[in-house]
């Protein structure tokens, strides 16, 4: 058989791209995911055997794609989701040396700093029953963050 000239394009579906409401959305979502549950044809890493599709997802090897999926489906229904800690595990070590870990310890010195007792500089009260003048409880937080910068520098 020889080929007289370029294969033809496969034939071109045009489809519209109108944007619809995250109800709507969440709802076809909703129906996926719940489908996506029992038919391992509708799992992204399904595998094909001679009986047919097969989810090749385990407790120990989850599908990050539906995982995804469900955090999306929770953000379209209005629930604040933080960092999802299941990808800081995967993500690759930063050029700059810093890895997970170093991330950790800086996610846990931020909530111990949030966590730390007022100073007990500016709870001081004068004569008056007034709090420390405005200005100098700026000039001990410049100071501090000024030490505090100067003491990650170092260390």
Same mark, same amino acid.
């Given at each position: ?88 595990? +995967? &993500?690759?070590?930063?050029?700059? *040396? #810093? $890895? ?5 310890? /800086?996610?846990? =010195?931020?909530?111990? @700093? ?5 100073? +007990? &500089?500016?709870?001081?009260?004068? *004569? #008056? $029953? ?5 200005? /100098?409880?700026? =000039?001990?937080?410049? @100071? ?12």
């Amino acid at each position: 058989m020889s080929i007289n000239g370029p294969s033809p394009l496969p034939p071109t579906t045009l489809t519209s791209n109108t944007p619809i409401p995250q109800s709507t959305a969440s709802a076809y979502l909703s129906a996926y995911l719940d489908r996506a549950s029992t038919d391992p044809a509708l799992q992204p890493n399904a595998s094909i055997s001679e009986h047919g599709p097969v989810s090749r997802t385990t407790a120990s090897a989850p599908n990050l794609i539906l995982h995804n999926l469900k955090r999306v489906q929770a953000g379209l229904a209005g629930e604040v989701l933080g960092r999802d800690l299941t990808m800081i595990r +995967m &993500e690759p070590e930063p050029e700059n *040396g #810093e $890895g997970v870990y170093e991330a950790g310890q /800086e996610q846990e =010195r931020v909530v111990e @700093e949030k966590e730390k007792p007022v100073d +007990m &500089e500016m709870m001081e009260m004068d *004569g #008056e $029953g007034e709090g420390v003048d405005k200005e /100098e409880r700026k =000039r001990k937080k410049k @100071e501090r963050r000024l030490a505090e910068k100067k003491a990650k520098a170092r260390g």
